[in-house]
């Protein structure tokens, strides 16, 4: 076995000099521990390299410092703990370091009416950087939906008025030839289009917010929609659900709006920055709308 000490090239000085706004590993498998679930998690962990001699980092030192998240709920004095360690075992190198730790928590979600349930997932990024601005942490979520549109609603009850003029043109009106009418395939002869659709999120989290409100954005989330993907479904849950996309007819602007003045309230958190994707059943593209509060350009 050789007895020489080992050679350190990252000590040696660099050839091509220069800093570096980010250097570090990704996809670094970490098992995490998010809204008490286990979640088969990603890391990206970096610092930067301001030395321009320096020939390079430590990794080693990055990849040892993440075992403080394993199996641990996941928190931002947590996150800021590493980052810490990271700059640390830096000093003379760095002044910036980052850590991004992703992956897709399950939640389970009650069904609409009968008593059952089921697990959903929710893929999330959590951004954390620490540089000479202080600690900032980004929330990244992704939360589906169902949405129908709310033009192709009014086209399709114009051509089910229609249907009912020619149907009820030379007979009786009468309620039961109404109501037997309304309950046959003429009666829904036309019906708008609807598709399923995402709202992705970005939230800075306020500083001193620890707890990551990953839940709580997701029941904030649903709720403001008003139709949530669906896990467990019996014929009850399917009726309630197509009670709930007619009674949330939606554009994607107005699945944006509802959105903004939702996360408008949520606590905790001090800027944001949505885009809602409606991959739509009527034509081979998506619709989309974006918005934004407090977000600015400053950092990605
Ligand atoms: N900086 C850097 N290191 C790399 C790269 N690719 C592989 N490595 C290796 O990463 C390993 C870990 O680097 P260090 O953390 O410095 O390992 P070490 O020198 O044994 O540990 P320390 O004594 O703590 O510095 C080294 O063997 C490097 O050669 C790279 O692109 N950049």
């Not at 301001?50 to 947590?78: K, Q, V, W």
């Not at 590493?82 to 992956?103: I, M, P, T, Y």
């Not at 549109?149 to 039961?176: G, N």
């Not at 399923?196 to 954005?217: F, I, K, T, Y």
């Amino acid at each position: 076995m050789n007895r020489l000490p080992l050679e350190d090239i990252a000590l040696a000085p660099a050839s091509c000099l220069g800093t570096l706004s980010w250097v570090g590993m990704e996809h670094i498998a970490l098992p995490l521990q998010v809204a008490g679930q286990g979640v088969i998690g990603y890391a990206s962990a970096g610092v930067s390299l301001d030395d321009p001699t320096a020939r390079g980092i430590h990794m080693s030192r990055l990849y040892l410092a993440l075992a403080e998240l394993e199996e641990r709920e996941l928190s931002l004095s947590l996150v800021a703990g590493v980052l810490k360690n990271f700059l640390d075992s830096h000093a003379e190198l760095s002044s910036n370091a980052f850590l991004d730790l992703g992956g897709e928590v399950l939640l389970k979600r009650p069904a609409l009416i009968s008593p059952l349930a089921g697990w959903k997932g929710y893929p999330f990024t959590l951004h954390c950087r620490r540089d000479d601005q202080g600690f900032e942490a980004i929330l990244d979520l992704t939360v589906g939906y169902s949405s129908t549109c709310p033009c192709s609603a009014a086209l399709s009850r114009q051509l089910i008025q229609q249907a009912f003029d020619e149907d009820f043109t030379d007979m009786p009106v009468s309620r039961e030839a109404v109501r037997a009418w309304l309950g046959s395939e003429q009666g829904i002869l036309a019906t708008p289009h609807s598709q399923r659709s995402q709202a992705h999120l970005s939230v800075r989290l306020a500083e001193g917010q620890d707890e990551l409100p990953l839940l709580s954005l997701v029941d904030r989330t649903e709720r403001a929609l008003g139709t949530a993907l669906q896990t467990a479904v019996k014929r009850i849950d399917e009726q309630a659900f197509a009670l709930a996309n007619g009674q949330n007819l939606m554009f994607c602007e107005d699945a944006a709006r509802r959105l903004h003045q939702a996360l408008r309230e949520q606590p905790g958190t001090d800027g944001f920055r949505l885009r809602v994707v409606h991959a739509e059943s009527l034509h081979a593209h998506d619709a989309v709308a974006r918005s934004e509060w407090n977000w600015g350009e400053g950092r990605p």
